[in-house]
């Protein structure tokens, strides 16, 4: 059902700094930072050449991951989001599965416009799994 892992997210607790280090560290291409104040997070994104990874710095007061960096003041990994085809569809083989939809489950549009939904880390060996249809 999953297919590609579109993106790893890390939270950091400065994107500038993180995307310095992954770009002359690790030699990585990083975008500039975008802030998404709907999302609550600043974020740069590492381009490699079979997936992403995001660097999501909290923004605003209501920031969803802002309780996530002060448990990790170093900053970590926060979730893994897989593609699938038709969300709707996976939510139900999920949910059917005994699988917990985090929220309403219904899909919310996520940061790259597309509909999204979170899974449990209970669920999946403690890791948070965002599914995103492609
Ligand atoms: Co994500």
């Not at 400065?14 to 104040?37: M, N, R």
């Amino acid at each position: 059902m999953i297919g590609r892992l579109n993106h790893v997210a890390i939270v950091v607790a400065d994107v500038a700094v993180a995307a310095k280090i992954y770009h002359e560290a690790l030699g990585a291409k990083v975008s500039e930072a975008q802030k998404l104040p709907e999302h609550g997070v600043t974020v740069v994104f590492v381009e490699l050449t079979n997936t992403k990874v995001e660097l999501l710095e909290p923004l605003g007061e209501n920031s969803p991951i802002a309780r996530f960096l002060a448990r990790n003041p170093d900053g970590g990994m926060h979730h893994l989001c897989y593609e699938v085809g038709n969300i709707i569809a996976a939510r139900d083989r999920l949910m059917a599965s005994g699988a917990r939809v985090l929220g309403d489950a219904e899909p919310r549009i996520g940061a790259h416009g597309k509909p999204v939904l979170f899974l449990s880390p209970k669920d999946f060996s403690g890791v948070l799994i965002e599914l995103e249809e492609a």
